[in-house]
């Protein structure tokens, strides 16, 4: 027994020092004061809001270390088998808020900041958003992160620490202006350790030799080495003990500070410009949404996280004493889409050079081990790395390619000796010019699992880009595991006065952790009382935004119009286009009513918000054409309240807690078959807002819980692109007439120069209208009437928004990482330990 080793009035002093759970507010506030005081070196007279967060943040990060040391003894002592996720993106946001209300202290220290004169909602807004993450993806890695921890799975998170997350963005006149998003002044989330750190190589050669016995061997020597230095930040999970590990690699020169030599001899600045050069590896996170560039550096960060994650993971798994035959049933590892498809080779390279296994063997225990996720059928998305930059960079990783696609091929050949042309369709290597790797199908080869994240999506990678591997490997090995969201944070954090309704009438809390016991309060659907109470949280929740973009903008909002919402990256297949053509053709209409049928006009507040790509021109046009339709319609005195056009600045996790609950409707309205899922659709809904959207990604499995009659669905089907698309390019195709008159507008100058947006409008009338904008014009317009209509019958929409919410169980990430666990990892979660600190929920 581990604790006997310790004599037991060590162990009695030590039990009695350690921090415990906050009895009361006053045990917070010396916690609190004490950091503030000699953490910080501040005093009373000094403490502001920040240093008040910060002593705070401490004082949780005390508890959350106790927990999270205990769940690492506990995970090492059980010896099971663990699930390493493996995402080059974490979108975590902040974590304070998080810490107090999954620890269950969050009331206690509401109380304790009061006492010192200070409110928790302005201490919470003091922390920067930890943004290293895109979009949907990054976010899906956080939700992720937060599941497996609630459910006590052993689990790590590996990434990168990015000095820089996304950028910061800024609209001048009217325009997206990038500014760099240093978020690490002052992080009391992490732990730097030091003492934990990989040697990474890169570029050099290959030599070959016989051993004594003959068998030849392959060695990766020269080149460069920098090093990793692991970074820790504790998951703590919700009303459980179990704290998980999230480590993210940050780069340093491997020569320590300064290289010496160099420096003595006078060569100052190149030994400063090595250091440099090493630390750009981790500085910047890619702010490509949906695109892949082929740049060096990247394919560098990409190697640098899974050399160093894998050298981890190795070493943890050697520890064991465990044969090597065991690697596979010890360890499951998550590539969250092709970005981590290097720690493929990178395994078998350990295994074979390293470690002296047979190719066979090894190849085995590698296939076993993985797993991938795609989140996109769109070919500009899919990664492809051409053969030189591998050849000069990992130069033993592309011989192992080369071997993997020759045994596989040679499979295919044995298996299909009639397809010829199939060898060159499923090639690891395409045959262009030059020649690329291409990385989804190296992840599918060299895993035993692949999966969609909804189920057309699913669907779609069957049919699409992976198609011919269901031929070879048959359909078992791809499924489909739908995405979800954590409750804990997009609603009970998000809207702790919603959630508190719902437990109200739950008797507790334990939705949160089984959000299928949602389905309750539709029995409450008719009460008066609880009715009220649920139109008037969602009032409230529109008036604080209406607070927000009254003082950012100047705009003010009426909280009694429909709010309707559209939040994510900017993308063409996102089609915020056509929300904004549809704003002008309100617009328009508006314009053209006489008193008597404004009166009965629905009021509405169009809100967006989302980053695009810096290099993503169009998209950024997309910005700036909603932000001077904005400028016209929101000061037009004819159309007053009856329209308002809102661009958010700056859209990311935190002003998503708020902003979400704040909608009516929000749009979800991609071209079909491009979103592979959405998350943001399920965020909204559990939140009581309705939605309009496509049938693309999980609004279809969204439609099928809450039933057809509580969303508005609109516009064409999958099936039906590929046809819709060739009408367009051979011409039997009509441009919309209510969206022709929309362009004319445009194009007559009514938003300002027209030059600057003709691109946009071409991309439909003259360039074949890729994303389908003018098929699917009137059928939305008709849809967004629709709504108008319903949201005039308040009790219709009060009962559809009950409806919807109670009906959203199945999208909580738990049922999601359960079904990854079962169907995927062959996990089991390890039995919290009893700790002073936590709270057992059951
Ligand atoms: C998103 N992908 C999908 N990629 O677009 C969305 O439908 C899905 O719900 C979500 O993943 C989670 O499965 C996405 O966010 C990226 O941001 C990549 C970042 C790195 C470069 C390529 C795009």
Same mark, same amino acid.
């Given at each position: 027994?581990?604790?006997?080793?310790?004599?037991?009035?060590?162990?009695?002093?030590?039990?009695?020092?350690?921090?415990?759970?906050?009895?009361?507010?006053?045990?917070?506030?010396?916690?609190?004061?004490?950091?503030?005081?000699?953490?910080?070196?501040?005093?009373?007279?000094?403490?502001?809001?920040?240093?008040?967060?910060?002593?705070?943040?401490?004082?949780?990060?005390?508890?959350?270390?106790?927990?999270?040391?205990?769940?690492?003894? *506990?995970?090492?002592?059980?010896? @099971? /088998?663990?699930?390493?996720?493996?995402? =080059?993106?974490? %979108?975590?946001? $902040?974590?304070? &808020?998080? *810490?107090?209300?999954?620890?269950? @202290? /969050?009331?206690?220290?509401?109380?304790? =900041?009061?006492? %010192?004169?200070? $409110?928790?909602? &302005?201490?919470?807004?003091?922390?920067?958003?930890?943004?290293?993450?895109?979009?949907?993806?990054?976010?899906?890695?956080?939700?992720?992160?937060?599941?497996?921890?609630?459910?006590?799975?052993?689990?790590?998170?590996?990434?990168?620490?990015?000095?820089?997350?996304?950028?910061?963005?800024?609209?001048?006149?009217?325009?997206?202006?990038?500014?760099?998003?240093?978020?690490?002044?002052?992080?009391?989330?992490?732990?730097?350790?030091?003492?934990?750190?990989?040697?990474?190589?890169?570029?050099?050669?290959?030599?070959?030799?016989?051993?004594?016995?003959?068998?030849?061997?392959?060695?990766?020597?020269?080149?460069?080495?920098?090093?990793?230095?692991?970074?820790?930040?504790?998951?703590?999970?919700?009303?459980?003990?179990?704290?998980?590990?999230?480590?993210?690699?940050?780069?340093?020169?491997?020569?320590?500070?300064?290289?010496?030599?160099?420096?003595?001899?006078?060569?100052?600045?190149?030994?400063?410009?090595?250091?440099?050069?090493?630390?750009?590896?981790?500085?910047?996170?890619?702010?490509?949404?949906?695109?892949?560039?082929?740049?060096?550096?990247?394919?560098?960060?990409?190697?640098?996280?899974?050399?160093?994650?894998?050298?981890?993971?190795?070493?943890?798994?050697?520890?064991?004493?465990?044969?090597?035959?065991?690697?596979?049933?010890?360890?499951?590892?998550?590539?969250?889409?092709?970005?981590?498809?290097?720690?493929?080779?990178?395994?078998?390279?350990?295994?074979?050079?390293?470690?002296?296994?047979?190719?066979?063997?090894?190849?085995?225990?590698?296939?076993?081990?993985?797993?991938?996720?795609?989140?996109?059928?769109?070919?500009?998305?899919?990664?492809?790395?051409?053969?030189?930059?591998?050849?000069?960079?990992?130069?033993?990783?592309?011989?192992?390619?080369?071997?993997?696609?020759?045994?596989?091929?040679?499979?295919?050949?044995?298996?299909?000796?009639?397809?010829?042309?199939?060898?060159?369709?499923?090639?690891?290597?395409?045959?262009?010019?030059?020649?690329?790797?291409?990385?989804?199908?190296?992840?599918?080869?060299?895993?035993?699992?692949?999966?969609?994240?909804?189920?057309?999506?699913?669907?779609?990678?069957?049919?699409?880009?992976?198609?011919?591997?269901?031929?070879?490997?048959?359909?078992?090995?791809?499924?489909?595991?739908?995405?979800?969201?954590?409750?804990?944070?997009?609603?009970?954090?998000?809207?702790?006065?919603?959630?508190?309704?719902?437990?109200?009438?739950?008797?507790?809390?334990?939705?949160?952790?089984?959000?299928?016991?949602?389905?309750?309060?539709?029995?409450?659907?008719?009460?008066?009382?609880?009715?009220?109470?649920?139109?008037?949280?969602?009032?409230?929740?529109?008036?604080?935004?209406?607070?927000?973009?009254?003082?950012?903008?100047?705009?003010?909002?009426?909280?009694?119009?429909?709010?309707?919402?559209?939040?994510?990256?900017?993308?063409?297949?996102?089609?915020?286009?056509?929300?904004?053509?549809?704003?002008?053709?309100?617009?328009?209409?508006?314009?053209?009513?006489?008193?008597?049928?404004?009166?009965?006009?629905?009021?509405?507040?169009?809100?967006?918000?989302?980053?695009?790509?810096?290099?993503?021109?169009?998209?950024?046009?997309?910005?700036?054409?909603?932000?001077?339709?904005?400028?016209?319609?929101?000061?037009?005195?004819?159309?007053?309240?009856?329209?308002?056009?809102?661009?958010?600045?700056?859209?990311?996790?935190?002003?998503?807690?708020?902003?979400?609950?704040?909608?009516?409707?929000?749009?979800?309205?991609?071209?079909?078959?491009?979103?592979?899922?959405?998350?943001?659709?399920?965020?909204?809904?559990?939140?009581?807002?309705?939605?309009?959207?496509?049938?693309?990604?999980?609004?279809?499995?969204?439609?099928?819980?809450?039933?057809?009659?509580?969303?508005?669905?609109?516009?064409?089907?999958?099936?039906?692109?590929?046809?819709?698309?060739?009408?367009?390019?051979?011409?039997?195709?009509?441009?919309?007439?209510?969206?022709?008159?929309?362009?004319?507008?445009?194009?007559?100058?009514?938003?300002?120069?027209?030059?600057?947006?003709?691109?946009?409008?071409?991309?439909?009338?003259?360039?074949?209208?890729?994303?389908?904008?003018?098929?699917?014009?009137?059928?939305?317009?008709?849809?967004?009437?629709?709504?108008?209509?319903?949201?005039?019958?308040?009790?219709?929409?009060?009962?559809?928004?009950?409806?919807?919410?109670?009906?959203?169980?199945?999208?909580?990430?738990?049922?999601?990482?359960?079904?990854?666990?079962?169907?995927?990892?062959?996990?089991?979660?390890?039995?919290?330990?009893?700790?002073?600190?936590?709270?057992?929920?059951?």
């Amino acid at each position: 027994d581990v604790q006997s080793s310790i004599p037991e009035p060590q162990r009695e002093a030590w039990t009695k020092f350690a921090p415990q759970r906050f009895a009361k507010a006053e045990d917070f506030q010396r916690d609190a004061v004490r950091h503030v005081e000699t953490s910080l070196a501040r005093s009373m007279y000094n403490c502001d809001e920040a240093a008040m967060y910060a002593g705070t943040a401490l004082a949780f990060r005390d508890r959350l270390v106790m927990d999270w040391n205990k769940t690492q003894q *506990a995970h090492t002592f059980a010896d @099971q /088998k663990r699930i390493y996720y493996l995402s =080059l993106e974490f %979108l975590m946001g $902040r974590a304070l &808020d998080n *810490a107090m209300l999954n620890v269950q @202290q /969050k009331d206690v220290a509401a109380e304790g =900041l009061s006492g %010192l004169g200070f $409110r928790m909602e &302005d201490i919470i807004e003091q922390e920067h958003d930890a943004a290293l993450g895109n979009g949907g993806l990054g976010r899906l890695a956080a939700c992720f992160l937060d599941s497996l921890a609630t459910l006590n799975y052993p689990a790590w998170g590996y990434g990168l620490r990015y000095r820089y997350g996304i950028f910061k963005q800024e609209i001048v006149d009217g325009y997206q202006v990038e500014v760099p998003d240093y978020w690490l002044d002052f992080n009391p989330w992490e732990f730097a350790r030091h003492d934990v750190t990989v040697d990474i190589q890169f570029y050099g050669h290959v030599d070959k030799w016989q051993d004594e016995n003959g068998k030849t061997k392959c060695s990766w020597e020269g080149g460069e080495i920098v090093k990793a230095v692991a970074f820790d930040v504790p998951v703590p999970g919700y009303g459980t003990s179990t704290t998980n590990n999230l480590r993210l690699w940050g780069s340093k020169a491997a020569s320590g500070e300064f290289d010496f030599q160099k420096f003595n001899s006078g060569e100052y600045e190149s030994s400063v410009a090595d250091q440099q050069r090493a630390e750009t590896i981790s500085a910047v996170l890619y702010p490509n949404d949906n695109l892949e560039r082929g740049k060096e550096l990247r394919l560098k960060q990409q190697y640098f996280w899974c050399a160093a994650s894998l050298s981890d993971i190795v070493r943890r798994f050697k520890k064991t004493g465990r044969a090597w035959k065991e690697f596979s049933s010890q360890t499951a590892i998550q590539l969250n889409d092709t970005h981590p498809t290097l720690a493929i080779p990178e395994l078998q390279r350990i295994l074979i050079d390293i470690e002296g296994l047979e190719w066979d063997e090894a190849w085995s225990i590698v296939h076993q081990t993985f797993a991938y996720t795609n989140h996109t059928v769109l070919p500009e998305a899919l990664e492809k790395w051409s053969v030189g930059l591998m050849q000069h960079l990992l130069p033993r990783h592309l011989q192992i390619i080369y071997e993997i696609n020759l045994q596989f091929l040679q499979y295919v050949e044995r298996t299909f000796p009639k397809d010829r042309d199939l060898l060159g369709r499923v090639s690891i290597i395409e045959e262009s010019n030059p020649k690329m790797v291409r990385m989804a199908f190296l992840a599918v080869i060299g895993s035993h699992k692949v999966n969609g994240v909804a189920e057309l999506h699913s669907d779609l990678v069957k049919t699409t880009i992976l198609k011919d591997f269901v031929k070879v490997y048959g359909p078992d090995k791809f499924t489909n595991v739908t995405n979800g969201i954590t409750p804990r944070r997009w609603l009970h954090q998000a809207n702790p006065r919603l959630s508190a309704l719902i437990a109200s009438k739950l008797g507790g809390y334990d939705f949160l952790k089984d959000l299928t016991l949602l389905n309750k309060i539709e029995a409450h659907v008719d009460d008066a009382e609880f009715r009220k109470e649920w139109q008037a949280i969602k009032l409230a929740n529109k008036e604080r935004l209406a607070r927000h973009v009254h003082e950012t903008t100047g705009i003010t909002l009426n909280p009694k119009a429909l709010f309707d919402i559209q939040v994510k990256r900017i993308h063409e297949y996102k089609r915020q286009q056509l929300n904004i053509f549809g704003c002008i053709h309100r617009y328009l209409a508006i314009k053209a009513m006489s008193a008597e049928e404004k009166k009965k006009v629905v009021p509405r507040v169009t809100i967006f918000g989302g980053k695009a790509a810096p290099g993503y021109w169009m998209a950024k046009t997309v910005i700036h054409l909603i932000n001077k339709v904005g400028d016209v319609i929101n000061n037009d005195p004819e159309v007053g309240d009856l329209l308002k056009v809102v661009f958010i600045e700056d859209y990311n996790v935190s002003k998503a807690e708020f902003l979400v609950p704040a909608s009516d409707i929000s749009e979800h309205i991609s071209t079909a078959g491009t979103e592979a899922s959405g998350t943001s659709n399920m965020k909204f809904v559990l939140n009581g807002g309705l939605i309009i959207g496509t049938c693309d990604g999980a609004n279809i499995e969204i439609t099928r819980e809450i039933g057809e009659n509580n969303i508005f669905l609109f516009g064409n089907l999958s099936e039906d692109v590929e046809e819709l698309r060739h009408n367009h390019v051979f011409g039997t195709y009509q441009l919309n007439e209510s969206l022709a008159k929309v362009f004319d507008q445009i194009q007559n100058g009514k938003f300002g120069d027209a030059s600057q947006f003709s691109a946009l409008v071409n991309a439909i009338v003259d360039h074949g209208d890729f994303y389908l904008v003018s098929d699917d014009f009137e059928s939305y317009c008709q849809t967004q009437d629709l709504i108008d209509e319903s949201y005039k019958n308040v009790d219709e929409w009060t009962t559809k928004s009950i409806t919807s919410v109670a009906r959203m169980g199945f999208f909580s990430s738990d049922r999601c990482i359960d079904e990854y666990a079962e169907v995927i990892w062959n996990i089991e979660p390890v039995a919290p330990t009893k700790t002073d600190f936590a709270v057992d929920l059951a």
